[in-house]
Nanobody, 117 residues
Framework: QARFVESGGGLVQAGGSLRLSCAAS????????MGWYRQAPGKQRELVAT???????SYVDSVKGRVTISRDNAWNRLYLQMNSLLPEDTAVYYC???????????WGRGTQVTVSS
């Protein structure tokens, strides 16, 4: 069974940085497109970034230039480096495989990111 455990969130001031990590298990990680998603209070869950099995990345417009998604296929790990954080980035951040995102399944607990002004 696919499982994803997020970590690395916390409270930071605007302009600060965080590195989120995701440990994946129960899947052949290296063949899947992976993504980071977030849900802010009162808003729908949204896609933040994706990365293909070959390492091609894409980002939502609001975070372009400030975040970098990466993966380590040898260790089944997904990362999101976030710089120049804004209060608008405050949300619970989740990782998931694209295939499970499309099915609406396998969401973990997420990790809370709070950015103060």
């Amino acid at each position: 069974q696919a499982r994803f455990v997020e970590s690395g969130g916390g409270l930071v001031q605007a302009g600060g940085s965080l590195r989120l990590s995701c440990a994946a298990s129960g899947i052949n990680f290296k063949i899947y497109t992976m993504g980071w998603y977030r849900q802010a209070p009162g808003k729908q869950r949204e896609l933040v970034a994706t990365i293909s099995s070959a390492g091609s990345a894409s980002y939502v417009d609001s975070v372009k230039g400030r975040v970098t998604i990466s993966r380590d296929n040898a260790w089944n790990r997904l990362y999101l480096q976030m710089n120049s954080l804004l209060p608008e980035d405050t949300a619970v951040y989740y990782c998931n495989a694209d295939t499970f995102f499309r099915r609406g399944t396998n969401w973990g607990r997420g990790t809370q990111v709070t950015v103060s002004s």
